[in-house]
């Protein structure tokens, strides 16, 4: 794991989230390409302007731990794994030498039941067949941060301030923090 500059909290444009996505894919093609693995693609749920906080290092930190320990358990190899702290938000990517469709559901597992993981985006592609959808494994789309509506839906009609979402992800990392140190 590489150790996070330091934090610039910077509010970022759509424009560049725009193409900081465009990369993040040229990226995840390049290794799948490079690697011929598993490739499982990490980035956060975090809306707003400002991707880059503390707060956004402290639960990429608990989910880069926690899929550490979820490969470790079961006994995955790891080709390749680095992480990139941006401005636009950090992004990990591994490379991991376990079936897609396996990895896929226990990457499924984490963001349903881990107190963080609806903070977690974790996309799972298989060389062969690309980008695996949570519908194939008969998940259902993801929940809104504040109500439980598809959070697409929720985000498109704008149905929620962002101070509200925020204050939503500021919560969930609070009830993490006070769980874990009971």
């Known amino acids: 794991m590489s150790s996070a500059p330091a934090v610039a ?3 970022v ?3 560049v989230l725009l193409a900081a996505r465009d990369r993040r894919a040229e990226r995840q093609r390049l290794w799948l390409e490079r690697w011929q693995e598993t490739l499982v693609s990490l980035t956060l749920v975090w809306p707003g302007e400002v991707k880059d ?3 956004a290092r402290q639960v ?6 926690t899929f550490g320990q979820l490969v470790q358990g079961a006994g995955w190899g790891i080709c390749q794994h680095q992480v990139f702290w941006l401005p636009e ?3 990990a990517f591994w490379a991991v030498t376990a079936p897609a469709v396996a ?3 226990a990457t499924v597992a984490l963001e349903n039941h881990h107190p963080l993981g609806r903070l977690w985006d974790m996309d799972v592609f298989s060389p062969q067949e ?4 949570r519908s194939r494994f008969g998940q259902p789309a993801r ?3 504040v109500c439980d509506e598809p959070a697409h839906a929720c985000a498109r009609s704008g149905k929620h301030p962002l101070s509200r979402l925020l204050q939503s992800i500021e919560d969930k990392i609070d009830d993490y923090v006070n769980s874990s140190s009971v």
Request: proline share 7%; hydrophobic share 45%.
């Open 103 to 105: 990895v896929k559901r």
């Open 143 to 145: 929940t809104c941060l």
């Open 130 to 133: 690309g980008l695996l959808s």
């Open 53 to 55: 906080s503390p707060q």
């Open 13 to 15: 444009t759509l424009e």
């Open 89 to 91: 938000g950090a992004e």
């Open 60 to 65: 990429m930190q608990v989910a880069l731990m």
């Open 9 to 11: 909290v910077t509010p």
